[in-house]
């Protein structure tokens, strides 16, 4: 049988057939030898190595990411330094000052601009680097141990109480109560409990039948006393005491003593106190919101 001479066109193609070709346009651009083989190995590895990496985090980067603040926090004559993220809320502060001094949160009155709000990151109470806290507030042992010998001496003063004569029908308090109501003390509303005004309590008389105003300096745990000759500022934990008494016939105002010294001739009166405020002064300045 003779030999073809060439390959037989009368069927299909197969691939061997195309194999060649294609190796043959890949001989008319060059042969690959083993050194270029080796070449594209190691480019290949080298792009692999330039794809961007994808790190897993261990969650220890988490607070060197955020903002931080640093605070000067002053309590009891002592000054702590706080750095904390800016974006943590007054409650979360609370937190970290408990654990600098020992003084629970429910124990502490937080003053930066005003009563610090729980529920406020620091950067919506505009707190910036270096700002100053003030921290006001008693650990339990202490105010045990101050507020025992009082508990005693409240107990023994309402014992006395029945045997003496209401306040405002003592001599010393008519000469001023006679003068009758002042035109521009403050409106009354009895039966309601209200939080102190953010102005000062004015319209008011002392023993001297001058007038005073009560201004409660929260930041600086302050009470100022105003009147006409000067204003007294007396920090709020100097106080000894509070009473009051409601006034005959004016049932919508008291009468009331801040106890400035340890005898009764300490106290300073104010006469003409509206009554929707005497709770909230008492609390202020003896510090009973501590207990709740």
Known sequence: MAARDGPDTGGMESEPSTDVTIQQ???SCGTTSEGDSQYLITEQMENEDSLPQTSVSNGGESEISKEM?????IWNKNKYDLRVPLDSTG????????????????MQKVMYKGLLQEDKTLRELKVTNGAKIMVI???????????????????????????KEPLCRQKQHRKVLDKGKPEDVMPSIRGVKERLPSVPLSGMYNKSSGKVRLTFKLE?????????????????????????????????????????GPTEASY?????????????IKDTVLGKWQYF
Do not use: C
């Not at 603040?69 to 926090?73: I, S, T, Y």
């Not at 979360?92 to 020992?102: A, M, N, Q």
């Not at 745990?221 to 016939?249: A, C, F, H, Y």
């Not at 009166?269 to 909230?280: C, I, L, N, S």
């Open 220 to 260: 600086q745990d302050q009470l100022w006393i105003g009147t006409k000759e000067r204003t007294e500022k007396i920090p709020m934990g100097s106080i000894k005491n509070v009473i009051t008494e409601v006034i005959e016939g004016h049932e919508d105002y008291h009468m009331m003593a801040f106890q400035l």
């Open 25 to 27: 346009e890949k001989g």
């Open 268 to 280: 300073y009166w104010v006469y003409w106190v509206p009554t929707q405020y005497v709770d909230a």
């Open 137 to 163: 507030g008693s650990t339990i042992n202490d105010v045990l141990a101050v507020n025992t010998p009082k508990e005693v001496v409240q107990q023994e003063a309402k014992a006395e109480e029945p045997k």
């Open 91 to 106: 409650a979360s502060l609370k937190e970290k000052i408990h654990s600098l001094t020992g003084l629970t949160p429910a």
């Open 69 to 73: 603040v640093d605070l000067k926090v």
